[in-house]
């Protein structure tokens, strides 16, 4: 089993949703709105001097849908290679 985190940026939000439809994956998620933080492409905190915000989605699912959420990101970058689009994978050894 695996965790996938994924950190975009506000604007591709309704884009990563609509690309994991296209690939029939990711159907099972939390969603944290308004995420601040810093990161790769600077500070996200959602005020005036820094106006940009994130979206965090945290996806619990197995070894095979994980990868395929992993082509359904990276194909998203490809359209938004300017946006911040994170994705990190955790492996899950045990689940109660």
């Not at 601040?36 to 619990?60: L, Q």
């Amino acid at each position: 089993m695996k965790r996938i985190d994924i950190i975009i940026n506000r604007s591709v939000d309704e884009d990563l949703i609509s690309m994991l439809e296209k690939h029939n994956v990711g159907k099972f998620y939390t969603k944290f709105v308004n995420v601040n933080g810093v990161g790769t492409c600077g500070p996200h905190m959602n005020d005036s001097t820094w106006p940009e915000v994130n979206i965090a989605y945290v996806m619990y699912c197995s070894d095979e849908e994980a990868e395929k959420i992993k082509v359904a990101v990276r194909e998203l970058k490809q359209y938004f290679v300017a946006e911040g689009i994170k994705l990190f994978e955790s492996v899950i050894t045990d689940c109660i």
